[in-house]
């Protein structure tokens, strides 16, 4: 059969712009988030997490909100320059394991144009 | 060391062939963690070593899929009669402890194609 390619959430911006990612995780009992920057060809690269006891935490130039209400999970970047061009993922510690188990949104592409 | 690295960064075989992957975590790190990445996809978790604990090989999806890692430092992942369907970068992340709230760093990634 027919293969279909799969085509990842983009978000595209100007220079100097905020930025703002989305992500929906799957359960309510997931009590760590974590979103990372991949770079083309390169691995993951930790940017900021929360915990399931706050709402917000913020980093530099970087904010992160977490909704639990409707499970979902934002991330902000202030004055968005060209470097920050990459594929944003969230990530869950899903089974509340005593260990770094975690599972992976799809991503988000993020092109920032000078 | 300053990363993890992994090798080799690019590997192209043919169906049927066996493949090692090679990681080498952060020095001193206890807790070491195998993702497969498809394309256009997010990460998924393959199997996790701690210490001298059994590793946890949940994630591996067919017995076709092995995982060894030797003194606590160096891991290798072992694929056995490659299929297409595993094309894939093959990642690898290592945390000092192993606890739930450590930040996984990882490596640059195994490209694997199976032709």
């Known amino acids: 059969g027919e293969s279909v390619g799969l085509h990842l959430p983009t978000l595209s911006v100007q220079e100097g712009d905020n930025s703002i990612i989305n992500c929906a995780y799957s359960?309510?009992?997931?009590?760590?988030f974590i979103w990372y920057k991949q770079e083309s060809g390169k691995g993951p690269q930790f940017i900021i997490d929360?915990?399931?006891?706050?709402d917000k935490r913020q980093g530099q130039r970087v904010t992160v909100l977490l909704n639990k209400t409707v499970k979902h999970l934002s991330l902000q970047i202030a004055a968005t320059q060209p470097g920050d061009s990459a594929v944003y993922f969230c990530a869950e510690n899903l089974d509340g394991t005593s260990y770094g188990k975690l599972t992976f949104g799809q991503g988000t592409i993020l092109t920032v144009h000078p | 060391g300053a990363g993890v690295s992994q090798s080799p960064s690019n590997k192209v075989t043919e169906k049927g062939k066996d493949v090692e992957l090679r990681c080498d975590p952060i020095?001193?790190?206890?807790?070491l963690y195998w993702y497969r990445q498809s394309l256009g996809q997010g990460l998924e978790f393959l199997i996790y070593f701690q210490g001298n604990s059994a590793p946890d090989k949940s994630g591996l999806p067919s017995d076709r899929f092995s995982a060894e890692r030797t003194g606590g430092s160096v891991s290798t992942l072992t694929i056995q009669r490659t299929q297409q369907e595993d094309s894939a970068v093959y990642l690898c992340?290592?945390?000092?402890?192993?606890?739930?709230?450590?930040?996984?760093?990882f490596g640059p990634g195994t490209r694997l194609l199976v032709l």
């Open positions: 992340a290592s945390t000092s402890r192993g606890t739930f709230q450590e930040t996984q760093y």
């Open positions: 020095s001193g790190h206890t807790a």
């Open positions: 359960n309510s009992a997931s009590d760590y």
């Open positions: 929360i915990r399931s006891n706050m």
